[in-house]
């Protein structure tokens, strides 16, 4: 089992930036897919970003497109979450999940392709 453990959340302003690191222990980590997710208090859980196993090709929420960035050090075996000019509206409790199942070259958006998760970091973005 990967196991997976989120860090770098905190409380920043709005137009601010935080970076999240999900590090990964166990199991083999540089051909997974990995993605964030988060969720609200009150909201469903919303897919962020994700990444595919090679690196090659990410898939970024309409929301967060153009300010996130999702990257991995598979040396480090940590993957980052880069957010630029945060909004109110982002706070939310983060996820980091990976996939042994999703294709090397591919990316999923759906919270069952991930059979690993870490256990989230608060993000809490102030106006």
């Known amino acids: 089992q990967v196991q997976l453990v989120e860090s770098g959340g905190g409380l920043v302003q709005a137009g601010g930036s935080l970076r999240l690191s999900c590090a990964a222990s166990g199991r083999t980590f540089s051909n997974y897919a990995m993605a964030w997710f988060r969720q609200a208090p009150g909201k469903e859980r919303e897919f962020v970003a994700a990444?595919?196993?090679?690196?090659?090709?990410?898939d970024y929420a309409d929301s967060v497109k153009g300010r996130f960035t999702i990257s991995r050090d598979n040396a480090k075996k940590t993957v980052y979450l880069q957010m630029n000019n945060l909004k109110p509206e982002d706070t939310a409790v983060y996820y980091c999940?990976?996939?042994?199942?999703?294709?090397?070259?591919?990316?999923?958006?759906?919270?069952?392709?991930?059979?690993?998760w870490g256990q989230g970091t608060q993000v809490t973005v102030s106006s």
């Open positions: 990444l595919s196993g090679s690196g090659g090709y990410t």
């Open positions: 999940a990976s996939s042994d199942s999703v294709y090397y070259s591919g990316t999923s958006r759906a919270p069952y392709a991930y059979n690993n």
